[in-house]
């Protein structure tokens, strides 16, 4: 089946540190790439969509320039957290979506921890 | 009102016990519904599609009510592995994405 890698599986940074996740298909192409954030106990947030070769759609409230967004295969999209700080400790999980698909397939998730 | 909304649980069964798991979506022009499992800090796993027509999967059965939208997950005969937070999960409307309710955690004991 459809496999989506995610690395880092966990990461510590200081605080004002920049912060990248992969988010890879391993044997499909994905139009449409997800990344998600998730603090304990609740449910997870689509902070943005991405879609190969064009800007990502970030959702009301996420701040477009301290989540950088880059889809530039039809197998990887990147999230790079900037300037990170201890409120963005969080899991963060990608999602990809083969074309014609409705379900998506999840990456293994990033635990950031900023300190 | 939150878009997705579920039991909030915990909901603590013993094994072999059969367990309901109930979830409303507020957008009445939802298109696609489904369960996923996540466990503990894992990713979460796609379950089971959900149909108007009811689908059954082994021990697991999904069933819609568009009328109501409403959404239900039954598990019967509990396994200790079944413990993990179910999600109810809504797409479409005229969005290009999945939107998950908060979770509904379950725990089976011996």
């Known amino acids: 089946g459809a496999v989506v890698s995610q690395h880092p599986s966990w990461v510590i940074c200081k605080s004002g540190t920049s912060v990248k996740i992969e988010c890879r298909s391993l044997?499909?192409?994905?139009?449409?790439m997800f990344w998600y954030r998730q603090f304990p106990k609740q449910s997870l947030m689509l902070m943005a969509t991405s879609n190969e070769g064009s800007k990502a759609t970030y959702e009301q409230g996420v701040e477009k320039d301290k989540f950088l967004i880059n889809h530039a295969s039809l197998t990887l999209s990147t999230l790079t957290v900037t300037s990170a700080h201890p409120e963005d400790s969080s899991f963060y999980i990608c999602s990809a979506r083969v074309r014609q698909e409705v379900w998506a397939f999840f990456g293994q998730g990033t635990r950031l921890t900023v300190v | 009102r939150k878009e997705v909304e579920q039991d909030p649980g915990p909901f603590n069964v013993p094994e072999g016990a059969t367990v309901a798991f109930n979830c409303t979506y507020s957008?009445?022009?939802?298109?696609?519904f489904f369960w996923y499992r996540q466990d503990c800090r894992k990713e979460p796993k796609l379950l089971m599609s959900?149909?108007?027509s009811g689908n059954e999967d082994g021990r697991f059965t999904a069933q819609l009510n568009r009328a109501s939208q409403y959404i239900s997950l039954l598990i019967r005969d509990s396994k200790l592995s079944d413990s993990a937070t179910y999600l109810c999960?809504?797409?479409?409307?005229?969005?290009?994405?999945?939107?998950f309710g908060a979770g509904t955690r379950l725990a089976v004991h011996p």
């Open positions: 999960v809504v797409k479409g409307g005229g969005y290009n994405k999945l939107i």
């Open positions: 959900v149909y108007s």
């Open positions: 044997d499909f192409q994905a139009t449409t």
């Open positions: 957008n009445s022009a939802s298109q696609s």
